[in-house]
């Protein structure tokens, strides 16, 4: 299942840089009177970036906690076991190789948790300082129709887009956690009894991911209406 989610990984970041090129030239053919197109393309296209960015750090901050559940001794045991009986199994009259394992340790979760954390902190901070530039610039009155109206709307629909395309993703990689669980000798490589554990991991971990995707779309796809209805009560002033 890992090349599952390195597909995932590869197609959200193409979206990711699509999408802020999509950003970064749109706007091209409305009126520009107060010369803000500029404006608008710098702020969607970073508060498009630190919006994903935050997500996926506090979804790799989900991950490493969750990850703190897996009994990685027993798993690590039960692998050298595995290596060893292949090495008596399928070498015969060849030298017996010492397999070495490093012992288990949860301190790699716990730098991963912080280190994820601390860019989500970071990248939301940025988030939030613009955002709040954003709406400054979408209550100026020749906001409407104008060429940042076009840029901004641009912004939302990308953030939609790309955040339906991680709902999809992880829900689906979410989903196969619970099949580890159901069907632990089906899913796992070696026979892990540790694969239930690894299974429910999986599911906490891209059940965040999922649902937290799916807030950013209901609050943007929120935003798009309401920009909509209030470009069409100005046309008809």
């Known amino acids: 299942m890992l090349f599952f989610p390195i597909v995932v990984a590869v197609l959200v970041g193409l979206a ?5 090129i999509v950003i970064l030239v749109a706007g091209r053919r409305e009126a520009d009177p107060g010369a803000q197109r500029t404006l608008a393309r710098y702020l969607g296209a970073l508060c498009f970036l630190a919006l994903f960015t935050t997500l996926f750090a506090t979804y790799f901050a989900v991950a ?20 060893e009986s292949n090495n008596g199994d399928h070498m015969q009259g060849l030298p017996r190789f010492r397999t070495q394992v490093q012992p288990a340790s949860d301190d790699r979760d716990y730098r991963i948790a912080v280190q994820s954390g601390l860019v989500a902190v970071a990248a939301g901070v ?3 300082l613009h955002r709040r530039r954003r709406d400054q610039l979408a209550a100026r009155d020749e906001f409407d129709r104008s060429a940042a109206w076009r840029v901004d709307t641009t912004y939302l629909y990308a953030v939609c887009f790309t955040a339906a395309l991680v709902i999809i993703f992880a829900a689906a990689t979410g989903s196969y956690g619970v099949f580890r669980i159901i ?5 796992a490589l070696h026979g892990a009894t540790t694969e239930r554990q690894h299974g429910a991991a999986q599911l906490i971990a891209y059940a965040y991911l999922a649902l937290a995707a799916a807030a950013v779309f209901v609050v943007h796809w929120r935003a798009t209406s309401a920009m909509a209805e209030s470009a069409d009560d100005a046309s008809r002033a």
């Open 126 to 128: 940025i988030f939030v």
């Open 16 to 20: 990711v840089v699509v999408a802020t």
């Open 183 to 187: 069907a632990p000798g089906v899913t």
């Open 64 to 83: 490493a906690l969750s990850d703190l559940i897996v009994d990685h001794d027993r798993g690590e045991s039960e692998a050298r076991q595995m290596l």
